[in-house]
């Protein structure tokens, strides 16, 4: 095969290993949030510890950062090399 064709099926595999990517990077962006809600609809009173006490605070921070890093590495293997 001449090194300037395409292997067969490679855009497929590259379309699939993308989606995979778009919808890990959905999960890790919206779960937290969706967890927070329904936390805070089923009993109120369990996150206010997360937003009103000095410990809660930095843990959200701490994970607000992570969420941002993860996101961010995948943004960087969404970038597709030809």
Same mark, same amino acid.
């Given at each position: /095969?001449?090194?300037?064709?395409?292997?067969?099926?490679?855009?497929?595999? $590259?379309?699939? $290993? $993308?989606?995979?990517? $778009?919808?890990?990077?959905?999960?890790?962006?919206?779960?937290? *949030? %969706? *967890?927070?809600?329904?936390?805070?609809?089923?009993?109120?009173?369990?996150?206010?510890?997360?937003?009103?006490?000095?410990?809660?605070?930095?843990?959200? #921070?701490?994970? %607000?950062?992570?969420?941002? /890093?993860?996101?961010?590495?995948?943004?960087?293997?969404? #970038? *597709?090399?030809?």
């Amino acid at each position: /095969m001449d090194s300037n064709t395409p292997q067969p099926g490679l855009n497929d595999r $590259r379309f699939s $290993r $993308r989606a995979a990517l $778009r919808l890990g990077g959905l999960v890790v962006g919206l779960l937290p *949030v %969706i *967890v927070l809600l329904a936390f805070s609809l089923i009993q109120p009173g369990y996150t206010d510890a997360l937003f009103y006490d000095p410990t809660g605070q930095m843990i959200l #921070k701490a994970a %607000i950062g992570m969420d941002f /890093m993860a996101l961010m590495s995948i943004r960087y293997m969404l #970038k *597709v090399d030809y």
